[in-house]
């Protein structure tokens, strides 16, 4: 298992959340050739939107459905938690930033996780803390978080979504905590050693009365490339090296608590039951396709295109609605400080200040340089499945594969049983992600409107 020592600087933790954007838009971007057609399940849509929720929303991140038709929603980008009627007309507000409930959602991202029963718990990184939330919304007691230092794992997202067990165990993704080296000369820093970062990660399994952890699975993930150099003035370069569409594999939790890791090169899923016996299940049927040099070249320049945009849209999205954080970010440089806005995303802020650089002391400053992208060789020859955080177990017993099929009509849904065999193949409409299951089939999805966000239901035919 992973060290749980010192955290990670922020800028690795922010460099690999951009990775994970990266990787998002490499998956479907480029055209390439179509593999030979395998026998599959057909391609069928999912059935007719049969509620579409009113109340604005910035992100329908979660969704816990309750008796009734009910769900709880997690709007994570808002940080708030709504508590919507059968027929999304109607949402009480259960946790948010303001003094209505107060202040149950704190200024950090939290996750929203499915408890014992119809209860679930509301994670605070902040406070450290779980919220135990009953079947009616409502905030009956506070748990401490079993682990302080993995509480962000807690929260969901690319790295998977956290559960229980069949033995009551919180399972999750470990949280990566890279050592770093600063060396330090006579005359200031003599330069500073970037960590190995890992192509692997693990899912514990924590007992939340003893504390005790236990490692259930190791699972690969992509490889991200730093490496930092400095000059004769102490400025530090980073070159962030990554590839648009590496091999991984990915995790969730069936609706029994067995762990279900799908391994993406060979896409197959193993499972692995709570007393930790590991079954394998059939390697799955899929139209692969296979990417030429020139569909891998057309993949690079696209993703580079799109992180430009979303670079240059957020940097000036920032600018306009703090002007006087533009102008403190001036003044720090020329004091020694420098905040540096990433590339990559266009959200990975690093600031770094201090005596070095000569007898006196000087700034010590940190430059970014544009993102590499790794030669069209070092690219898979196909098109991986899936990325980080595309799979997800449903109320029935099923494991829900968002693929990088993406069309026009709509993104690919691969629907696995338990014993790791294809069921289904199911066309979710586009502009949608699924955010969450309730039983018989019951579909709840995220779906951008414009400037905010609506909640919808539908049903698998």
Do not use: C
């Not at 979660?62 to 027929?87: I, M």
């Not at 009365?209 to 490889?223: E, H, L, N, Q």
């Not at 569909?295 to 609605?321: G, L, P």
């Amino acid at each position: 298992m992973q060290s749980h020592g010192t955290f990670a600087r922020p800028f690795i933790l922010e460099a690999m959340n951009a990775m994970h954007r990266i990787v998002a838009i490499g998956l479907i971007a480029g055209a390439s050739a179509a593999g030979a057609q395998q026998q599959l399940p057909p391609l069928r849509p999912l059935g007719p939107v049969l509620a579409t929720s009113t109340e604005p929303m910035s992100s329908v991140a979660q969704v816990r459905a309750l008796p009734g038709g009910r769900v709880l929603v997690h709007d994570l980008t808002g940080r708030r938690v709504l508590l919507f009627d059968s027929t999304f007309a109607h949402a009480t507000v259960v946790a948010d930033t303001t003094g209505a409930t107060g202040n149950a959602y704190g200024s950090r991202l939290g996750g929203l996780i499915a408890y014992r029963g119809d209860s679930s718990l509301f994670v605070d990184p902040q406070s450290l803390s779980m919220l135990v939330i009953d079947p009616n919304g409502k905030i009956v007691r506070t748990m401490a978080a079993p682990l302080p230092n993995e509480v962000n794992a807690l929260i969901g997202g690319q790295n998977g979504t956290p559960g229980f067990d069949a033995q009551g165990r919180l399972v999750y993704r470990a949280q990566f905590r890279p050592m770093f080296d600063r060396r330090v000369g006579p005359g200031g820093p003599a330069g500073f050693q970037m960590p190995q970062l890992p192509e692997s990660s693990y899912v514990v399994r924590v007992d939340l009365k003893t504390r005790k952890v236990d490692t259930a699975s190791t699972f690969r993930i992509p490889k991200i490339n730093l490496n930092v150099t400095n000059d004769d003035n102490g400025r530090f370069t980073v070159t962030t090296t990554v590839n648009p569409i590496p091999w991984t594999d990915d995790w969730a939790l069936l609706s029994d608590g067995t762990l279900a890791v799908v391994r993406g090169q060979d896409y197959r899923v193993d499972f692995v039951s709570a007393d930790g016996k590991v079954t394998s299940g059939p390697k799955i049927p899929y139209d692969w396709q296979r990417l030429t040099d020139e569909d891998k070249a057309r993949i690079i320049d696209s993703t580079k295109t799109a992180m430009e945009k979303i670079r240059d849209a957020q940097m000036a999205a920032n600018a306009a609605a703090n002007p006087e954080a533009a102008k403190a970010d001036s003044a720090s440089k020329a004091g020694g400080r420098q905040r540096v806005q990433a590339e990559g995303g266009g959200n990975m802020q690093i600031t770094i200040g201090g005596r070095g650089g000569g007898p006196g002391g000087g700034p010590i400053g940190f430059t970014l340089p544009p993102l590499q992208f790794v030669t069209p060789n070092e690219m898979p020859d196909y098109r991986p499945v899936f990325r980080q955080g595309s799979a997800r177990g449903d109320d029935d017993g099923n494991l829900w594969i968002r693929t990088s099929n993406v069309t026009a009509a709509g993104t690919e849904y691969d629907v696995i049983s338990n014993k790791g065999e294809l069921k289904d193949r199911v066309l979710v409409p586009p502009g949608r992600v699924i955010a969450g299951f309730g039983p018989g089939g019951m579909v709840y999805m995220g779906v951008v409107d414009g400037m905010t966000t609506k909640l919808e239901r539908a049903k698998i035919k």
